[in-house]
């Protein structure tokens, strides 16, 4: 079964300071990897989506990598701002017929001004 | 721009009520999905759909059930709500387009519902 796991839990940051969030999951058979947001009582944004067969993915200030063989995903954020302060969750799916998406339990990201 | 709707932000039931929530994307996908979402626990799935009229049950479908008559259209159904299913539920939708470059399957979700139950 695959499981999904980031850390850490919590990170704060001042504002400015470029940083990674960190995702590893334990079976490599995934078709794609994707980095959603979710602010305070709100819904999830996708940020950014890489497919297994890609290294990486960049918007704007995000950039996200990703090594099957490792099992393991970074997501980069540059000049952080107060507004990435959000939780950050990544996912991964399965190939056809496995479409579902398991989560990691995502960071808790805090831009300090 | 992509688009699914959960048809309520917030809801109120009572301890054994038949409650309904509704999900609506405009993207013709075929894979839709609910989950939940408890702190601590992060998002568990629910149940998914990868067509109309299929269903399969994910990770924690006690007592939940599931429609999807239509294609854009995933219902939740609780049969008798109790306390332990207040929660924040969370839709999904996402294409099983298969394609060369192996684009697609990317998954976008609505605005959520946060259910209590009293």
């Known amino acids: 079964k695959q499981e999904v796991t980031q850390i850490p839990a919590a990170l704060s940051v001042p504002e400015g300071e470029n940083l990674v969030l960190n995702c590893s999951f334990t079976d490599s058979a995934i078709y794609n990897l994707q980095w959603f947001r979710q602010d305070p009582g709100k819904g999830l944004t996708s940020l950014l989506l890489i497919q297994s067969s890609q290294r990486e993915q960049t918007s704007g200030r995000l950039n996200a990598s990703l090594d099957k063989s490792s099992g393991r995903s970074t997501l980069y954020i540059a000049a952080s701002q107060p507004g990435d302060s959000a939780t950050y969750l990544c996912a991964v799916t399965g190939y056809f017929g496995n479409e579902k998406l398991t989560f990691g339990t995502g960071t808790r990201l805090t831009i300090i001004p | 721009d992509v688009k699914v709707t959960q048809s309520s932000r917030y809801l109120v039931k009572r301890t054994g009520e038949k409650v309904f929530l509704e999900c609506v994307q405009d993207?013709?996908?075929?894979?839709m999905f609910w989950y939940r979402q408890d702190p601590g626990l992060g998002l568990r799935l629910i149940y998914f759909s990868y067509d109309v009229k299929m269903k399969e049950k994910g990770d924690i479908p006690e007592g939940y059930s599931v429609s999807r008559e239509k294609k854009e259209r995933f219902s939740l159904i609780l049969e008798s709500a109790s306390t332990n299913q207040t929660s924040m539920y969370l839709c999904?939708?996402?294409?099983?387009?298969?394609?060369?470059?192996?684009?697609?399957?990317?998954?976008?979700f609505g605005q959520g519902t946060r259910l209590t139950v009293v």
């Open positions: 993207m013709d996908h075929e894979n």
């Open positions: 999904a939708s996402s294409s099983s387009i298969w394609d060369r470059e192996g684009s697609g399957t990317e998954a976008f």
